[in-house]
């Protein structure tokens, strides 16, 4: 087995890191594709691995990372973890990245399920949480071998 080294992403690596997640979910997973959406076409892939940088540039509480083979260098897997030092209520992307009014209110039905209890439970932890986020993804040749493919909270 090739030696796994974890290291936080840095922003040149969000291109491979948003392959991965789009490659590993697939559509198998409703939250990646609401999220996400036509993240498995062009326009829906950039507008994903841009979200995606966004993100880390912006937001405090999640760290990117990933994990390299460290034969080769090569990003094999990614993760996002949220580290919170303080209150944070989450809240909906500002852009608009599904295209319609339907796929956009299914998008706003999902976050409500999805982050009302997670933002109770930071507010329950005084901001003092730990947390893997919202994706874990291994390369496809790694998946077989290593881990499942995928998992999500």
């Known amino acids: ?20 997640i789009s490659d590993s979910f697939g559509h198998t997973q409703p939250f ?8 498995d076409t062009p326009e829906g892939y950039v507008l994903g691995r841009d979200r995606l ?23 094999i897997g990614q993760a996002n973890w949220l580290i919170l030092e303080e209150k944070r209520t ?6 608009d990245p599904w295209g319609d009014a339907e796929d ?8 409500a399920q999805y982050m009302v209890p997670r933002s109770k439970a930071f507010h ?14 291994t390369h496809e040749k790694i998946r077989l071998t290593v881990s499942p ?3 999500i909270c």
């Open 1 to 20: 087995m090739m030696p796994i080294v974890v290291e936080l992403c840095t922003e040149p690596d969000i291109d491979r890191v948003f392959h991965i």
């Open 32 to 39: 990646i594709d609401t999220l996400f959406p036509r993240h």
């Open 53 to 75: 940088l966004e993100q880390m540039r912006t937001d405090s509480g999640v760290r990117f990372t990933k994990a390299l083979d460290s034969e080769t260098g090569q990003i």
């Open 90 to 95: 989450d809240v909906q992307p500002e852009d």
């Open 104 to 111: 956009k209110e299914h998008a706003q039905q999902l976050f």
């Open 124 to 137: 329950s932890a005084n901001g003092k949480i730990v947390g893997r986020s919202c994706t874990l993804a």
């Open 149 to 151: 493919r995928t998992a």
